[in-house]
């Protein structure tokens, strides 16, 4: 799950910024002014849980016609409770990477022609 920061105050996701201050980030709503501290801790986006196992997820590029490559690894990190059948199918399938859910592919105007 991609993490979700938003302003506490106006709910502002873009024009933020944040400076490192000991065990946390000290962040600022650029929109509201709001100022807040988010901890460094990982934790699931839906739950709150801090139950969390790093995966690799594949970055894919096009390479030629419709093949698809592998070109390189980033880990996600995902809840055991809220990713539990992603988790499953990741370890069914070791050493493979998570496939990413949307992939490059070749635009409606070349199916026909």
């Known amino acids: 799950m991609p993490l979700d920061i938003r ?27 709001t100022e807040w501290d988010r901890s460094l801790a990982k934790t699931c986006a839906a739950c709150g849980s801090s139950d969390l196992q790093a995966v690799p997820l594949a970055i894919v590029e096009k390479s030629r016609g419709t093949q698809l490559s592998i070109v390189g ?35 409606q105007e070349h199916l026909n022609g």
């Open 7 to 33: 302003c506490p105050s106006c709910s502002e996701s873009e024009n933020l910024g944040g400076s490192r201050v000991e065990e946390a980030i000290r962040m600022q709503c650029h929109t509201c002014g």
């Open 73 to 107: 690894t980033r880990p996600v990190h995902l809840c055991t409770t809220c990713d539990a059948e992603v988790l499953r199918h990741y370890h069914d399938h070791r050493p493979n990477p998570l496939m990413p859910t949307d992939l490059p592919t070749i635009g």
